[in-house]
Nanobody
Framework: VQLQASGGGLVQAGGSLRLSCVAL????????KAWFRQAPGKEREFVAS????????YNADSVKGRFTISRDNVKNTVDLQMNSLKPEDTAVYYC???????????WGQGTLVTVSS
């Protein structure tokens, strides 16, 4: 079972990136999914989550109005559209899945996002 994240890279402040995470080896259609991030020297922090149906999403205050989480249960993916990026968004971004967002059992390997000022 593997969650594979992609889409990271280097972008200037104010730019956009779209991260994608695909589940390999099993389906996560009935699982909540989430994105977390970890900046250098800091603890991992919650970014956004989405319920299994996609009906509800939750965002950290730091990304509200800028980031949007979405999912495609046919493709077994969860995406994070990131707009108006700031240097403080620089981090390794991880996708995760679990029965509920408060209990995430499966984690991807992370993808690095670097925002230059």
């Amino acid at each position: 079972v593997q969650l594979q994240a992609s889409g990271g890279g280097l972008v200037q402040a104010g730019g956009s990136l779209r991260l994608s995470c695909v589940a390999l080896g099993r389906t996560f259609r009935n699982y909540a999914k989430a994105w977390f991030r970890q900046a250098p020297g800091k603890e991992r922090e919650f970014v956004a989550s989405i319920t299994w149906s996609g009906a509800s999403t939750y965002n950290a205050d730091s990304v509200k109005g800028r980031f949007t989480i979405s999912r495609d249960n046919v493709k077994n993916t969860v995406d994070l559209q990131m707009n108006s990026l700031k240097p403080e968004d620089t981090a390794v971004y991880y996708c995760a899945a679990g029965a509920v967002a408060s209990s995430l059992n499966f984690w991807g390997q992370g993808t690095l996002v670097t925002v230059s000022s």
